[in-house]
């Protein structure tokens, strides 16, 4: 905000005089919070609604801490589990069979009945929240590990475990069954759009998201949890795991193609010696590099950046010069997805 020139006019222009997203190295080595984000209507309303109730912006019940939605882009740097979106609700009603859990036979009755998949879906949820023991739902889930594993669920059974040690007596481990269960390899990655139910369960990854602090938690955390809140926001379709589109650049860069216009996040690998242009972006742009040893220049400024050290680039008009040292090296690029951008 002290500094517009950094963002450039159309950033600030679209995004207002800040800067729109937030590049994070995600390392997670015990499972975080099941969670999800608003939409920016949603964002604008709870905003609202929560300053006309007097609640402060560090309140521990606060869930709305800004009036923008909060899309993300995870790319995995090692093998990376995730749990993002819901099954199908047959593929959910087979897998809580499969645990013998016969506290569970309700909810499977509910899965498979008459009625919209997405309003049998959003039953069993808010059904599992309303229950009047939740804890005893996670240990019959938990106790029927043995059952996962014997039909053919071993993913799934794992993770029951770890979950249930990790939150005895959450119900978030048993809602944890309705969603897809991911592993992504080094390179692959998801985009979380508003309503996606999803957790990040272990691994490292660059994570992109829009400027926000909005999060939605319904379990699997010590933090505040707005059961009521979280579904007003969630999107019950059961579609496919949302993967993030791969796809080259001309300068031979690899884009992971997302709807958000506030972030593109791009991975430049080069070999030992090796060196590239990019085409300028619309927007300031932060370049963090992974592996090996950039020298990163536009004009006649440049700066050498290692593993783990990382830039802000301000927008500018010149096109960006990556070059590796005597090593192969892969650097992220976070740049806005304005016309213009790379």
Known sequence: AAAPALLGAE???AFGPRLPFLLKVLAAASPLSLQAHPSLAQ???GFAREEALG???GAPERSYKDASHKPEVLCALTPFWALSGFRSADAAARLLAATGAPELAPFVAQLTGSGAEEARLRGVFLGLFAHGDKAGLAAAVARGVPSLETAGYADEARWTTRLAEAYPGDVGVVVALLLNLVRLEAGQALFLDAGNLHAYLEGTG??????????????LTIKHVDVAGLAEVLSFHAGGVPRAARRASPEGAVEYVTSAREFRLSRVELGAGEARELAASAGPEIWLVTRGVARVSRGDAALTLGRGESMLLPCGA???RIAADAARTIVFRATTALPGSS
């Not at 660059?206 to 379990?219: K, Y």
Request: proline share 4%; glycine share 16%; hydrophobic share 50%.
């Open 318 to 320: 010149g096109p960006v």
């Open 206 to 219: 660059i994570e992109l998201m829009a400027s926000s602090d909005n999060v939605l938690r319904g379990g």
């Open 43 to 45: 964002a604008v309303a």
């Open 11 to 13: 950033s600030e222009g």
């Open 55 to 57: 609640l402060a912006l």
